[in-house]
């Protein structure tokens, strides 16, 4: 596609469900990052694929959050059992590959997540 | 220490001003830098990226960068209403794809 796609645009949930959240990245773009921000808060780091590598999880912030990306293009951030305190929105970012100066990395347009 | 520092405003300026935001970065081995835009509600938007010390113009907004200094600023000219948005600096290190943004700065636009 032509951007970012992300999946649901917004996500209402009860106290103790797993939710999925989608993200489809640019087109040949193998760096796939996932954000997540606060009401009024700074964009947090939560993981980053590049092609086969593995992943960077160092920003997930518990073991209830995982992310997979199939066939090096697809993700799919998965929170279980979630927590009022993981009501964000949740960003998905993708740039082209490599150790090159000029990768820009560009947003989807968020899934807002609230737990009730 | 965070790696991407910025004050977090607001900042007000009258429209038709110049609008200065600064942003300083921590780690020496950052290569990359970019300025993103975000509105109320809305994801960030890249508008500008630069990678080389010195100036680099894009119509109104001018990125400035200082590797000795550490540093990295936007420049819009001409400010208009339309450009009320927080604004994020975010940096990448050399070799390593992850980004780091800063906590953003706040820009009011005033009539």
């Known amino acids: 596609g032509a951007g970012v796609s992300q999946s649901p645009s917004n996500k209402v949930t009860e106290k103790g469900k797993d939710v999925e959240l989608r993200c489809d990245p640019i087109?040949?773009?193998?760096?796939l990052y996932w954000y997540r921000q606060s009401l009024g808060q700074g964009l947090e780091f939560l993981i980053y694929?590049?092609?086969?590598?593995?992943?960077?999880k160092s920003g997930l912030p518990s073991d209830r959050f995982s992310a997979e990306r199939t066939g090096g293009s697809v993700s799919t951030l998965t929170i279980q059992r979630t927590q009022q305190e993981d009501s964000a929105v949740y960003l998905c970012?993708?740039?082209?590959?490599?150790?090159?100066?000029?990768?820009?990395?560009?947003f989807g347009q968020g899934t807002r997540l609230t737990v009730v | 220490q965070k790696e991407v520092e910025q004050n977090s405003g607001p900042l007000s300026v009258p429209e038709g001003a110049i609008a200065s935001l600064n942003c300083t970065y921590s780690?020496?081995?950052?290569?990359?830098f970019f300025w993103y835009r975000q509105y109320s509600g809305k994801s960030p938007e890249l508008i500008m990226s630069?990678?080389?010390?010195g100036d680099k113009e894009d119509g109104r907004f001018t990125a400035q960068l200082n590797k000795a200094s550490q540093y990295v600023s936007l420049l819009i000219r001409d400010s208009q209403p339309s450009d009320s948005a927080t604004y994020l600096c975010?940096?990448?290190?050399?070799?390593?794809?992850?980004?780091?943004f800063g906590s953003g700065t706040k820009l009011n636009v005033k009539p």
């Open positions: 630069i990678y080389s010390n």
């Open positions: 975010a940096v990448r290190l050399y070799n390593f794809n992850k980004f780091y």
């Open positions: 694929f590049q092609g086969n590598s593995a992943p960077d």
């Open positions: 970012a993708s740039s082209l590959a490599g150790a090159r100066a000029n990768t820009e990395a560009f």
């Open positions: 087109s040949g773009h193998t760096a």
């Open positions: 780690d020496r081995g950052s290569q990359s």
